[in-house]
């Protein structure tokens, strides 16, 4: 098969080259305010029983709260409490159909996180607190701790994604996209998180890896083999992929999928060789080929 084009899937960026993938027009950062903390107030963010209180979250001057790693950018970083400290908050953007969605965030604990963890989700919809999640609007999650490689003193980053199928199958198309870090531990802090640079990209799917991503493809489940076979005729020739994200094999496909007999379906292929000949695109040895194999199937029979 030839591909025309790379693939760029949100799961395969690594954050060394997120500058050059997204300015590509198939991976698109959603805007996120005060996506660094940046504000030492709660701007764009809704921080539950903010500094000082039990279950507490907050903005801190670097260094962070209890620790000595530095912010990641900026002066400022957030701080998640074990006690249940919770930041979350909806966007105006909403989700696609057809994107990938990774969340990402560069965490490090106060004072190592022992065994309390934290929990980072892309939900929809609009939620009061962790209290509202559920398997209804949870897109996506991922639990963090010590194991997880969350360290004192030290910001790691840490993504999660969610697959066109997770936001198809929650319904959420069309919903706005929501982002949450929640304390999952009970009990005063001494494993709490500090969290910064908080990141989400969309980035479009090819889910046939034909080099073609689903927004544009007309099949978007090509056949995707070498070359065209039918059958167990191997033509050899190579199963090229055209534009509009349909492979030659595909064509083929469509051939026996209409046929009502087997005349119909050598018939279907000899013209689809015959076009892609005068269309230069075949040699007249590989049009022949083509054919030569769908008249030895048992296609219409
Ligand atoms: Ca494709
Ligand atoms: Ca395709």
């Not at 073609?212 to 167990?232: A, G, H, L, M, R």
């Not at 005349?263 to 075949?282: E, M, Q, Y």
Request: proline fraction near 4%; aromatic fraction near 6%; charged fraction near 15%.
């Amino acid at each position: 098969m030839k591909i025309k084009t790379s693939t760029a899937l949100c799961g395969l960026i690594l954050s060394g080259l997120l500058v050059t993938l997204a300015a590509s027009a198939n991976t698109t950062p959603v805007i996120i305010p005060n996506f660094s903390f940046e504000s030492p107030v709660t701007t764009g963010a809704t921080f539950i029983n903010p500094w000082p209180g039990p279950g507490f979250a907050g903005v801190f001057i670097s260094p962070g709260f209890g620790q000595g790693a530095s912010p990641t950018d900026g002066n400022q970083i957030a701080f998640l409490n074990a006690d249940f400290g919770r930041i979350f908050r909806t966007l105006t953007d909403t989700f696609q159909a057809g994107n990938d969605y990774m969340l990402s965030v560069d965490v490090s604990a106060r004072s190592g996180p022992g065994t309390d963890s934290m929990r980072m989700v892309l939900y929809q919809g609009t939620i009061s607190g962790p209290g509202d999640l559920n398997a209804s609007n949870i897109i996506a999650d991922a639990t963090l701790s010590g194991a997880s490689g969350v360290v004192a003193d030290q910001f790691n980053t840490f993504s999660v994604t969610a697959t066109p199928a997770d936001i198809s199958a929650a319904g959420a198309i069309g919903q706005p996209i929501g982002i949450g870090f929640f304390g999952l531990n009970s009990g005063s802090g001494t494993s709490d998180f500090d969290l910064d640079n908080v990141r989400l990209l969309a980035c479009s799917v090819d889910s046939d890896g034909d080099g073609v991503f689903d927004d544009v493809d007309v099949c978007p489940d090509s056949i995707v083999s070498d070359t065209v076979v039918i059958e167990d005729c191997d033509s050899g020739v190579e199963n090229i992929v055209f534009d509009d994200g349909c492979t030659l094999a595909d064509l083929v496909q469509l051939c026996a999928d209409e046929a009502k007999n087997h005349g119909d379906f050598v018939s279907c292929v000899a013209k689809l060789a015959n076009g892609l000949k005068k269309g230069g695109v075949l040699s007249g040895k590989e049009a022949g080929k083509l054919t030569s194999c769908a008249a030895k199937s048992s296609t219409g029979k």
